[in-house]
């Protein structure tokens, strides 16, 4: 094998143990993000309103923290970032053992947000590092998958442990989990990054893409749906007569999967839009359906469109962020594209629950379509001008 070769390999021993620290990291967290509403309400009697604030919590020390860990990993190493952000991480699951009240939990979900932060943006930045430039959009398709599907899995099994074990035992299997990912992370050789000479100055630009904030916008209406799914899914699905709603998260799964092994491939051939724009009408249709029919085929095929659509969305979302941007400014790339995430899902926590507390879960659903496909027109008429007239790669 040439040397070419070698270094065009995109499933190398190296990537795949960045991809299993990922996905392990990525489980633990989302096994208590649906199972703490469960408690909240099973348990404490709390409503959806005010379960929406303890789950945006997290979300908004991502909003703080992000910007920072983006400037961080470009300016010092990133592999003792990235450990040291999953080790805090995963140390903090011990305050859910002594969590009863909703102060403390929304304390501690701002904490927990705030080493989330550092663990992702430097994970998806140590990735980038390590995927070939050729396979990009394929590598980031293939990384990102990991916490997709942590986030449709993890769910399912939560709700398993949660009915069997109660709340007590997730965080066991949580802090299990994530300490597998610590271990994981120290195995992981990042490529070799020289030195900067002197420290950049703190200004705009190294904590948000200036260029691409017109796309960013764009995204927070998609991120709206995905913060209303992961925080009233479940509860939405047992409202209306579904046996065990975690097998929602299941078909979300599968989508991402079906997804991934096309979408990324289609993006560095050249689709990127077509790609994009078909993720959005997936994630919209996949939305009306979930709010208008309350069956259960219907509600496992929208958690599948829902999934398919977001799993395409994703990488190629991801790719626009970073061909955007100079290779000293990936992890400001990063850190944007996942603030546009925290954004938008803690504004659907949050204003999702109002919705659901005023119109009902269904009606919040169908808003959410409604929101998912103005994105789509704002995205063809306008996004995609903005990233064709700003790409550098």
């Not at 991809?19 to 348990?43: K, Q, R």
């Not at 929602?248 to 092994?261: D, E, H, N, Q, Y």
């Not at 925290?342 to 009606?363: E, S």
Request: hydrophobic letters at 55%; glycine letters at 10%; proline letters at 3%.
């Amino acid at each position: 094998m040439t040397n070419i070769e070698e270094k065009e390999r995109l499933w190398n021993r190296n990537f795949i143990v960045a991809c299993l620290t990922y996905f392990l990291v990525a489980c633990s967290f989302n096994l208590l993000m649906p199972t703490i509403p469960l408690f909240l309400s099973g348990e404490l009697g709390v409503s959806p309103s005010r379960i929406g604030v303890v789950l945006s919590s997290y979300v908004a020390a991502l909003l703080i923290i992000r910007p920072f860990s983006g400037y961080l990993v470009d300016v010092y190493a990133r592999k003792p970032l990235f450990v040291l952000g999953v080790s805090l991480f995963v140390l903090t699951f011990f305050g859910y053992y002594f969590a009863v009240s909703v102060l403390f939990f929304i304390v501690l979900r701002f904490i927990h947000g705030l080493f989330w932060g550092l663990s992702t943006v430097s994970a998806n930045t140590v990735a980038i590092d390590i995927i070939p430039a050729s396979r990009r959009a394929e590598g980031v398709g293939y990384f990102g998958v990991n916490i997709n599907i942590a986030m449709a899995i993890a769910p399912y099994i939560a709700v398993k442990i949660y009915d069997a074990y109660h709340f007590s035992a997730l965080i066991s299997s949580a802090l299990f989990m994530g300490f597998l990912s610590i271990i994981a992370s120290l195995f992981i050789k990042v490529p070799y990054r020289k030195k900067l000479d002197k420290v950049p100055p703190i200004s705009l630009d190294r904590f948000i893409l200036v260029s691409a904030i017109p796309i960013f916008l764009n995204q927070l209406l998609l991120a709206f749906g995905w913060g209303t799914l992961v925080a009233f899914a479940v509860l939405y699905g047992k409202g209306i007569g579904i046996q065990n709603s975690g097998i929602f998260f299941l078909f979300l799964a599968g989508g991402i999967v079906f997804s991934r092994v096309t979408s990324g491939k289609l993006v560095d051939r050249g689709y990127l839009h077509q790609v994009m724009a078909a993720a959005m009408l997936l994630i919209s249709g996949g939305y009306v359906g979930f709010a208008l029919v309350h069956d259960i085929y219907v509600y496992c095929i929208a958690a599948f469109l829902i999934g398919t659509g977001y799993g395409t969305l994703f990488p190629a979302l991801q790719t626009i962020y970073i061909n955007m941007a100079p290779a000293s400014k990936r992890g400001t790339a990063n850190s944007t594209y996942l603030t546009g995430f925290d954004l938008g899902i803690g504004t659907g926590m949050l204003a999702g629950a109002w919705l659901a507390d005023i119109f009902g879960f269904a009606n919040m659903f169908l808003i959410t379509g409604g929101l998912s496909f103005i994105a789509l027109f704002i995205y063809w008429f306008n996004s995609r001008r903005v990233y064709e007239k700003g790409r550098l790669v």
